[in-house]
């Protein structure tokens, strides 16, 4: 009887000692440090998704090769949102609530990434990725910041306003059509503002043309784009819609200017049926420059490892959304404290990314010293970089 005794005030005790100070695992200031990754790994947007994913893995692998955070290794966790916001919540809830992640690196996704701002801070989970649309880390309505949301890049209508002067100034182009998906938020947040800065400009907009999710000919859109007599089309979607885009645009027989997302950087080239040939586009990095950070050694380092053929920009998103984390976790007095750890992020100031471009967090936490490289390609389809924008 004693000894049952004994175990119970054992087991009260440390039923106590839990739910004064969270688990056992968080107060050993040795247990490992858990953060979740949410990527699309099979949806639609898997081409960025899956690269997005090796980049935070490996990022996580580099780091515990040297020390961790102040001796403390990191354990990623990453989850396949599929490009769906049911499903993105369902990881993020697995994340926090079953594997008790301190922190997660979101995708370059805004549909999921929008449902999470709200949960973000009940929980007190810093959310650091890249989400270009502004609703993912400031609410529309009210312009307030949502505390645990964290950009990495620019902004959707930074990215636009970039490719729209670009359009204009280096190219000539003054009347402009687009067409995209209005559901999908990372185009609509594009297609808006490029919209008003070609209007602001005294540009024309001669056509714009929508499809839907499910849609698989765009055909009579590209007709009618061609009959406007568009010198230059604006395309802002995913890899799969982008490449249907451009084929219908072509066997329409439009021959003119198409500009676009960052979303038509390799493989879109070898994807596409048609010749690719008067095409301009967004690139966070200058991937292929040996000079210029990091991003030449990690593109190889996934080719080699993942045998893809080609080189994928994503890897170094979430190289730099874990470094950006990382940062942050080694500054503060408890890397698990999710509050700490999100104020620690707003101040990021001048940190070099995989790009060798340094990033700051501004009062919306995102970035505004932060440009976009202009990426077309040449006559073999090899990208090659051939300006850099940032309007100010």
Known sequence: MKRVLTMVIAM?????????????????????????????????????????????EYAVKVINENGGINGRMLEIYTEDCKNDITEGLNCYNRLVGEIGVCAIIGPALSNP????????????????????????????????????????????????????????????????AVLYNPSNAFAKAQVDPFVAYVQERGCELVASETFGWSDKDYSAQALKIVASGADCVFLGD??????????????????????????????????????VYDVYFLQNYDMLNPDVGNINELVTKHMEETGTTS???????????????????????????????AELISQTTDLELSGGITLTINEQHRTDTMGMYIATYDENGEMIIVGYEKVD
């Open 113 to 176: 990434a929008s449902a999470w701002v709200e949960l973000s801070a009940e929980d007190e989970i810093p959310i650091v990725g890249h989400f270009m649309d502004e609703v993912c880390t400031t609410n529309p309505d009210t312009g307030e910041t949502y505390p645990f949301m964290f950009l990495c890049e620019p902004s959707c209508s930074q990215q636009a306003e970039d490719l729209a002067e670009y359009a204009i100034r280096e190219l000539g182009k003054s009347r402009f």
């Open 238 to 275: 995913y890899l799969a819609q982008m490449l249907i885009a451009y084929d219908a645009l072509r066997d329409a027989g439009y021959t003119g200017t198409i500009v676009g997302a960052n979303t038509m950087a390799p493989p879109f080239a070898d994807q596409v049926k048609n010749d």
């Open 311 to 341: 080189p994928q920009v994503n890897v170094g998103f979430g190289w730099d959304a874990v470094m950006v984390l990382a940062e942050a976790m080694k500054k503060a007095e408890d890397p698990t404290n999710g509050a700490e750890v």
């Open 12 to 56: 009260m005790a440390i039923s106590l000692a839990l739910f004064a100070g969270g688990s056992a695992e968080e107060s050993d200031p040795n247990a490992p440090i858990k953060i979740g990754s949410i990527q699309d790994l099979s949806g639609s947007a898997s081409n960025a998704g899956q690269p997005n994913a090796w980049g935070a």
